[in-house]
């Protein structure tokens, strides 16, 4: 499976097994995205991140998608 998003890091979090937990917000507009996330609860996956320079989710991009 491969999905292609946007997304707001909106918390990163060091656990006492020394691992990372990433909290993502993915706008309301990416709710498929989201649904194929919560399948993927306990599963790894690998992750390619882009910085969006000055990105901001509440744009006309939004517009386009739904329309």
Known sequence: MHMQFEAEVRQVKTM???STNV???????QLREAQEFMALIHEMIF???FHIVGGNLEDDRNNERTG
């Open 16 to 18: 006492p097994d020394r």
């Open 23 to 29: 909290t993502l917000n993915l706008p309301e507009y």
């Open 47 to 49: 992750a390619d991140c």
